[in-house]
């Protein structure tokens, strides 16, 4: 089964289109053997050169990618809803790019769980449901207290001056109030785990915290609390002591359950959004 499969396509242009995915190229096996003549001691030396490699060139690569991240941050501050279609005709109308750029991006949110294709009909902003939303917390629960202790080995006076800036701006987010307020303080604390897994210094998990983070959001777009703040304020105020106080220990049991106290503020609520013009403020 080909990736085009996903939206219902799996034509040879299709095909081209999902060639690139995370800035990876993956080439098709279609190669054929050239007879390259190569001068310098009457040699001749055969090689297998690629016949074609499906790739999107790099300035629409750059342009599916810029579509990605304005879509990620219209579903991650909950301005896209759970639900929502996304065409790939109207998303190509609004940011001025061919259906094909338009479909990348889409697929790159399909990959990170974000967006759901569906066949015969298009994609969809993600829906998850309460057992998915379950998975995500349990999978912070076993990632992000041992990303405390790594953290907690590794962070110095400038990465505490970087939490403590951090923090206060999601103190500033609180403070205020509204729709908009509440989608960034959401962000800053997502902001925060995702800070510290930088600051734990493994690539990996801080790509998969990135998904987790996101995902994370998606479920309190569809499922949290309007009053209640979705990752507590002081909670963090609290692991950055015990990161600046080296107690590493400290720092992976107030994580874990700051991840309880997150999941304990679900209240299985479904909200409605604005369309995808209005969220993209088009």
């Given at each position: ?40 001691g009457g040699n001749i030396i055969a090689m297998n050169i690629a ?232």
């Open positions: 089964m080909c990736i085009a499969q996903i939206m219902g396509d799996c034509s040879r242009s299709a095909q081209k289109s999902y060639a690139i995915f995370f800035g990876f190229v993956f080439t098709l096996p279609l190669v054929r053997k050239r007879r390259v003549a190569l001068e310098g016949d074609q490699i499906y790739s999107t060139d790099s300035a629409n690569q750059d342009r599916a990618q810029a579509i990605r991240d304005n879509l990620r941050d219209a579903i991650v501050d909950r301005r896209l809803a759970p639900g929502t279609k996304l065409s790939e005709g109207e998303v190509g109308t609004l940011f001025d790019v061919s259906r094909t750029v338009a479909r990348a991006a889409l697929q790159m949110l399909s990959f990170e769980g974000l967006v759901r294709t569906e066949r015969n009909r298009g994609a969809f902003v993600a829906n998850p449901s309460p057992e998915e939303a379950r998975q995500v917390f349990a999978s912070r629960r076993l990632i992000e207290p041992g990303i405390a202790i790594a953290a907690c080995g590794r962070v110095t006076s400038a990465d505490i001056t970087a939490f403590r800036a951090q923090l206060d701006e999601e103190g500033r987010f609180i403070a205020e109030r509204g729709p908009t307020a509440r989608r960034s303080e959401i962000k800053a604390s997502g902001d925060f785990h995702l800070l510290l897994a930088s600051v734990a210094g493994n690539a990996i998990l801080q790509r998969f915290m990135e998904e987790l983070v996101a995902r994370s959001s998606l479920v309190i777009a569809l499922y949290g609390r309007s009053g209640v703040s979705a990752c507590g304020h002081s909670e963090h105020t609290e692991i950055v002591g015990a990161l600046e106080s080296s107690d590493c220990e400290r720092a992976s049991q107030l994580m874990l359950h700051h991840i309880d106290h997150i999941e304990a503020d679900l209240d299985l609520r479904v909200r409605a959004g604005p369309a995808l013009k209005e969220a993209l403020n088009f």
